[in-house]
Nanobody, 122 residues
């Protein structure tokens, strides 16, 4: 499985970005796709997840109502629309794939993209 994340950048507080994660290598019908982030000096944390088949979604409390995860099956791509960004959202964002287990635990995920930097200025 290969994951290619893109879409990061520098944005002012209150702005928006959309991250993309293109997946390839196998069928994802039973998988969960997740977004995590890691700020300097902090542990990697769960941001959002979506089941590939049914589109069930979960969000971290810190991003609920501001971020939206979605997937395009035809393009094998997962998106993270991030609105009303805050300086505390600054981090490297990673997409990942899991086949079962806890959505919220990074150790559940088997494959990871390379990460994309998101910087929110105040």
């Amino acid at each position: 499985v290969q994951l290619q994340a893109s879409g990061g950048g520098l944005v002012q507080a209150g702005g928006s970005l959309r991250l993309s994660c293109a997946a390839s290598g196998r069928s994802f019908s039973t998988y969960v796709m997740g977004w995590f982030r890691q700020a300097p000096g902090k542990e990697r944390e769960f941001v959002a997840g979506i089941s590939w088949s049914g589109g069930i979604t979960y969000y971290a409390d810190s991003v609920k109502g501001r971020f939206t995860i979605s997937r395009d099956k035809a393009e094998s791509t997962v998106y993270l629309q991030m609105n009303r960004l805050k300086p505390e959202d600054t981090a490297v964002y990673y997409c990942a794939v899991a086949n079962g287990g806890s959505w919220f635990n990074a150790k559940t995920y088997d494959y990871w993209g390379q990460g994309t930097q998101v910087t929110v200025s105040s």
